[in-house]
């Protein structure tokens, strides 16, 4: 196999995973409902860094920068396939009319963490390092 075909592999795109966020989230016989997320290429990472750069002023000159709180919900909403937090009637369940604060208002900060980690996990985005700090404490 030549260097170059090892290389020409479709996108990560169709990559999906089933999450238990918590045992809130329950079926009509009990059972934990999971989370579908699924994983994004770089340029759709690319597109959400740039919606959710800010300007701020430091010491009077104007500073651009990414709004990690912002890129944080802006990733959640794109890789997070089921529940659809897109939903009219979701989004008025839990009060608000913009899809990316479903999140935060339906989830504990727990919740919240474990379903940012395996969005983080799912797209590789995980520094190889702590993977291994964390087998280490195991």
């Given amino acids: 196999m030549s260097a170059l075909k090892a290389f020409l592999q479709p996108p990560v795109?169709?990559?999906?995973?089933?999450?238990?966020?918590?045992?809130?989230f329950k079926d009509d016989e009990g059972n934990p409902v999971p989370f579908v997320i699924k994983a994004i290429t770089q340029k759709?990472?690319?597109?959400?860094a740039h919606m959710s750069r800010k300007t701020s002023n430091i010491n009077g000159k104007p500073v651009e920068g990414l709004d990690n709180l912002l890129y944080t919900k802006?990733?959640?909403?794109?890789?997070?396939?089921?529940?659809d937090f897109r939903d009219q009637e979701m989004c008025k369940y839990y009060g608000t009319e913009?899809?990316?604060d479903v999140p935060s208002q339906m989830l504990s900060v727990g919740e919240y963490s474990r379903l940012s980690s395996a969005i983080l996990e799912l797209n590789d985005m995980v520094d190889p390092r702590e993977k291994m700090e964390e087998a280490k404490n195991s």
């Fill in 13 to 24: 795109t169709d990559v999906t995973k089933q999450v238990i966020v918590s045992d809130r």
């Fill in 44 to 48: 759709e990472n690319e597109k959400l």
């Fill in 74 to 83: 802006r990733l959640v909403l794109a890789c997070v396939q089921a529940p």
């Fill in 98 to 100: 913009d899809p990316l």
